[in-house]
Structures are given as structure tokens and as C-alpha cells.
């Protein structure tokens, strides 16, 4: 199948048009068309080759949202014309203990990345700041008709969206318990609205006091400037569970200096450098650092369906394709509210 979109050709040049060929829709796959594709900041560090091990020509993007174009004989779930989503993942092993429970991003084997990855047949994958994919149908998603015509603000749900709801339903976060998301971005914007809809106590942590009001508006019953050492102080020992999505290296100790007993900071945040940590902060409290990656595809499709059921999608700032370099920048810069979403019927123009 013809393809073309925009691609990083090295880790320092602006990402410019790229064409090539993806496999034509096998018996299990389904082929969409790109309508909206999002700008995560895990892009950003791929294309920039941040954590080492890039493959160029790279076209990233693992927020999609389309249209089904074809199907293949055996496909079940999807037909012509149907909606769809994909977000990081487009393969991996389906048979080892975690694949079989819904755990595909901790696959044995590896799974396959919508980009900067190989599929098991040595083909590097291209993602979706392109016109179309071909995927395996257990990694499309169906898109519910109730989001109407919000589709720009479901296509981060496939990344941003279910790396926050799935810590946060791990961890069993709900009414009586006191959360915190640290940093107010693609994610985290994401996080707090979820923290927020099952009903725990949310604080939102943020470096920009700019944010304050937008943290609120978007379901944050306080929000603390990071900086300041005494609003952090107020608030020490007291929460159940952090989620850290921060994009850069910081250090956890502030943060972890806030957990009650047995309270747990999941980082989601994939700085370039580790985060600093002294004992202390874990011995006391019985804290625990965790992480987590992305979700499963079983509990990407209820988030999905979860977000149509509660009236919940990202806030978006929709792009044409050729301002692809300038929204990467301003992300840098943390200059988005709060995710960009590139409309591909501009790769047409
Ligand atoms: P983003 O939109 O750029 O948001 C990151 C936020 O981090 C910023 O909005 C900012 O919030 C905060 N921040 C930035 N620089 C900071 C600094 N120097 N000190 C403290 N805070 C800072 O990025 P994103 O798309 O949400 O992604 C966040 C991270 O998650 C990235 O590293 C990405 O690669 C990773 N990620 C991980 C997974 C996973 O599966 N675990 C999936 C997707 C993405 P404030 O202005 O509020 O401080
Ligand atoms: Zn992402």
C-alpha cells in the first residue's frame, strides 16, 4: 500500500514529507485512513533519538483516530467505514502469560511499537503523521459514535489517555483517597481529569503558575506550584498515590516526602535522565516507586468507552502538517494546551 506523511530523517533536522509502502491488509488486519493523529512528547524524544537507539527515516505518531477503509476476510470487529483507533502498540507476541491477560505492553517477547520499531518480520513500522496504517484488528480500537464530533479530542486518549487511567485504576484510585498528578501537560491534563471523574481528592503539581486556573477548571480541587517549599511542606505525608508525568529530570524526593504510609509515586514521565532519589524517602512511610507503561489493549477499550460514556476527551490545539516542527518546539517550550492533534486532511494540500 502507498503511504506518505512527514518524517524525522535524523535526530537533529526538522521532520520534513517521506513516502513508502506499508503491507497490504492481511486475513486479521484492518487498513484506516488517518484523520487526526496527536503530538505526544514520546515522540518528540524518538525523533530527537533522546533514549538512544533511533530509527530513521522515522514517522511517529501513536494517537490515531480514522476510518476503515478495508478489512481483511477474517476480521471480526471492524468493517468499510467504521471508526478506529491505535495508539503505541500494533503487534506483539499474543501467547506468553501477559499478552493472554490484556498486558500487551509487557509482552515477554517485546511488542511491536507503532514506530521506531521493527515488526517481527524486520519491517520498521511507520506511525500516524500519515495518511493511512495497516494494523492486526486486536490492536484497532472501536471509536463509540457517541464523541460526535470531538475526534480530535479522543486521538490522545490512545496514548496520553490510557497511560493515566491505567495507573490510576491499578492503584485503585477513587472516592476517600488523595492523589496527586505532577505536572500539567498531555498527560497529566488527562490524569486529572481522570482522578477527578472517579472521585478521588485531586492536587495538581505544576512548575507554571500560569496553569493554576486551568488545573481547576479541569477538575483539580487544589493546585500547588511545585517551587514553592511551603506549599509542598502543607501537604507532606498525606497523599495515597502521585503520578508523575513529567517530561524532564527532577527530583523525586519533594514528591515522594509527601506519600502517607504505604502511599505510591508511579512514574509515567520518561525523562532523558533518571530522576535523582535519596533512601529515606521510600524507607519512610514504607513508600514505593512504581511505573507504568501505556495499557493493555482490553483496558484501552474500556477507557475509550469509559471517556464516551462520561463526556471526557484531551483539550486540543488542532494543526495543519507543515506546522509539525513549530508545535514540537512549543511543546519543548510547554507552551500547549494541552495536546496537539495534526488534522491530515492538510497532508493533502
Ligand atoms: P508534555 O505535554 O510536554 O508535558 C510534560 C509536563 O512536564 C509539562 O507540561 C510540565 O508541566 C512538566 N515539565 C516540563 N519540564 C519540566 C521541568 N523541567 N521540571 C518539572 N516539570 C516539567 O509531555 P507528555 O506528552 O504529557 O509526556 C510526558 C512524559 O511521559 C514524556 O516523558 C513522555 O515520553 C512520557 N510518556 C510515557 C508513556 C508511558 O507509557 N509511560 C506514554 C506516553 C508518554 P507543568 O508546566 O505543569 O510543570
Ligand atoms: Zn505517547
Redesign the pocket.
Known sequence: MKSHGYAAYDKSSPLRPFSFERRDPGPTDVAVEIVYSGI???DI?QARDEWGGSMYPMVPGHEIVGRVTAVGKDVKRFKEGDLAGIG?MVDSCRVCENCKAGEE?YCTKGFVGTYNAKGYDGVLMHGGYSNNIVCHERYVHTISPKFGDQLPGVAPLL??GI?TYSPLRHWGVGKGKKVGV???????HMGLKFSHSFGAHTV?????AS?IDDAKKLGADEVVV?KDEDAMAKHAGTFDFLLD??????ALDPYLNLLRLNGTLC?????EKSSALGPFSLLTNRRSLS????GGMPQTQEMLDYCADHGIVSDVEVIAIDKVNEAYER??K?D?K??FVIDMATLKT
Open positions: 505526544c512528547h514520546s524524544h503505541v505492553p496514548c496520553a497511560t505532577m505536572g500539567l501537560g498531555g498527560l497529566g495538581q503539581f505544576t512548575t507554571s496553569k511545585s508525568t513529567i517530561a524532564a529530570p527532577h512514574q509515567v514521565g520518561v525523562p511505573g507504568s507503561m501505556v511543546v519543548v510547554n500547549v494541552y495536546r
